[in-house]
């Protein structure tokens, strides 16, 4: 399932029509402007699986607004899933994944002219991009006394690291590389593109560019279109028939480095077992517990503890499925079976409940059993999440 570099093959390099590196034809006659082009992005290294899924969003929206307003074809290079942060099982070899082991690419490819890595190698070969853009804030200095949230940018000496290897790959190399400071919506990266001219660009840093509006009717196009894979699904429908053979409640129960990251959002696991139960009390049909969290085994055997006599069920992956799918597999199985629940409690601020929230949205769930979170421990006023509604 997992590409290497070896496998890349230049397609056009074996064809007559075949561009140079320099953009000449070697066929006799111009195919610059028929040929795509690409833009290929990557995210700040600690960022998680479901931010990521956002910027994928965000960047959709900008390559639907190149393909409006230049005169080329442009294609969105998926970024391959490269050792996250959160992906804790040391044993497996979790390097640039590609997109279909989680999602429809298909689906995807329907809305959004979007390639995988290993595709674009085989059209582009080993020829370096074009251009690398290293997208930073601009210095909160250069905003006099008052800041300005104007949308802007400016080519700039780089404040960090510029990034060398993407995802490892050392035979993945530029013509040029600079540093802009940025600041607006992703459609403003356009702008950037007119500038340098490239054929191929790679962005880095692309969480920066913001939704040109978010929760409208493209943002939904496209999130609707980004479809878990269709063994997923499978697996959590066949843990379902099996365990989840009445109405239950999900809660989603993010733990870890959300406790030292996000401490009021947070629950102890005492208070997560009283929110729920309380919950179930309002609703006499649901007697089944479905939780999804990254806690550890010894935090889930004191909430299960808490919670008899509910029945409580987790999804505990064998080693065949955590093989194939990785950790990231294992999560979304974890939100599938969630957005499907009769009533939904998420935690407050997590991207990976707030995705549970736009999966349930879609399915046409009622609003009032989607956007739940649970309160912290010590919070006067808790509030709950926003309802961002699906729009068609
Ligand atoms: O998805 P994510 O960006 O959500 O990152 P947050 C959390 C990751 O932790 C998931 C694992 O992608 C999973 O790998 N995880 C969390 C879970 N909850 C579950 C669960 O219920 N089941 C399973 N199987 N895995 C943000 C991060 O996390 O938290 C930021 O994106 C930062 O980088 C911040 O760390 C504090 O929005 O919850």
Known sequence: ILWTAVQFECLLCADDNRL????????????LNTLPRYILYDVNKPEGFNLRRDVFIRMASFIHHMNKVSDYHWILVLPPWHRLYHWRSSNLVQDRVPW???FNVDSIKNIVPVVELH??????????????????????????????????????????????EFWNLNNLTFTKSLCISFQGISTLLADIVQELQPRTIIFDHAELALHNYYGGQEYWRIRKS?????????????????????????AHLRRRDFLYGHPSDVPSINNTAKQIIEKLSLMSNIKTIYIATDAS??????????????????????????NNFLDGGVAIIDQIICSQAKYF????????SFRIQEEREILGLPVETTFNSFCGDNIVKCTQPTKWRFVE
């Not at 140079?20 to 195919?31: K, Y």
């Not at 804030?137 to 060398?164: M, R």
């Not at 409690?345 to 991207?351: A, L, N, R, V, Y």
């Open 297 to 322: 085994k010894k935090e889930f055997e004191e909430l299960n503890n808490y919670l008899q006599p509910y029945e409580v069920f987790k999804f505990e992956a064998d080693e065949k499925t955590l």
């Open 226 to 250: 980004m479809q878990f894979s269709n063994n997923l699904h499978e697996i959590a429908k066949e843990f379902m028939k099996k365990n989840l053979k009445q109405d239950y409640l999900c």
């Open 119 to 164: 595709e674009f190698f085989q059209m582009n070969g080993l020829r370096p991009l074009d251009a690398q853009v290293t997208l930073q804030d601009f210095n909160l200095k250069s905003f006099d006394q008052y800041p300005d949230f104007s949308d802007k940018w400016e080519i700039a000496n780089c404040k960090g690291q510029v990034q060398k």
């Open 20 to 31: 140079s590196a320099e953009g000449e034809t070697l066929a006799g006659h111009t195919v």
């Open 100 to 102: 279909s082991l989680f």
């Open 345 to 352: 409690i998420g935690t407050s601020k997590s991207t990976f």
